[in-house]
T-cell receptor, first 110, second 115 residues
């Protein structure tokens, strides 16, 4: 079993709807979780991080963490075509390394 | 502004040749990482360093080596390039910040093709 798993998609969402991206992880001791966005041909950039169970909101983005079920999700409200990208879930492993999922490709349809 | 750069941005080489990919950061970060990205695999860690003269193997280190002689640079060497090493390579750096945030900043990537 991979340490961090995501549905590779593609996930297609109409403009203005909520996009929901999910990620599960295998290490029950994991404490820190990150969502990176990667546009085609570009490098990943951090958009959200979460440490505590529950929800964390930042503008149109909400990260949700459930440590008991070992999943973390990212919700994008009022999806825009500019949100079309690959979203990478990452889990902190060891001192300062990250383990990444394979990424979910999201397409927002106008 | 601080940044992280990679060179070359594109490289085509032949099987068996030695190739070195450069990574330079001006963040003054202690931590530096090399990843490869292939379709369906996300980012996989090749090697990483937590400081000068420190290097560690990641999950896909076979056929690669790194050395860290200063804070700014972590070059990645493919000792004898193989077609399986055709990939996009990303360098990243980080520093443990306030509240434990460990954000990694990524370079623009190097697209390597091994023929």
């Amino acid at each position: 079993q991979k340490e961090v798993e995501q549905n590779s998609g593609p996930l297609s969402v109409p403009e203005g709807a909520i996009a929901s991206l999910n990620c599960t992880y295998s290490d029950r001791g994991s404490q820190s979780f990150f969502w990176y966005r990667q546009y085609s041909g570009k490098s990943p950039e951090l958009i959200m991080f979460i440490y505590s169970n529950g929800d964390k909101e930042d503008g149109r983005f909400t990260a949700q963490l459930n440590k008991a079920s070992q999943y973390v999700s990212l919700l994008i409200r009022d999806s825009q075509p500019s949100d079309s990208a690959t979203y990478l879930c990452a889990v902190k492993a060891g001192a300062q390394k990250l383990v990444f999922g394979q990424g979910t490709r999201l397409t927002i349809n106008p | 502004d601080a940044e992280i750069t990679q060179s070359p941005r594109h490289k085509i080489t032949e099987t068996g040749r030695q190739v070195t990919l450069a990574c330079h950061q001006t963040w003054n970060h202690n931590n530096m990482f090399w990843y490869r990205q292939d379709l369906g695999h996300g980012l996989r860690l090749i090697h990483y360093s937590y400081g000068v003269h420190d290097t560690n193997k990641g999950e896909v280190s076979d056929g690669y080596s790194v050395s860290r002689s200063n804070t700014e640079d972590l070059p990645l060497t493919l000792e004898s390039a193989a077609s399986s090493q055709t990939s996009v390579y990303f360098c990243a750096s980080s520093e443990l910040g306030t509240g434990g945030l460990n954000e990694q900043f990524f370079g623009p990537g190097t697209r390597l093709t091994v023929l």
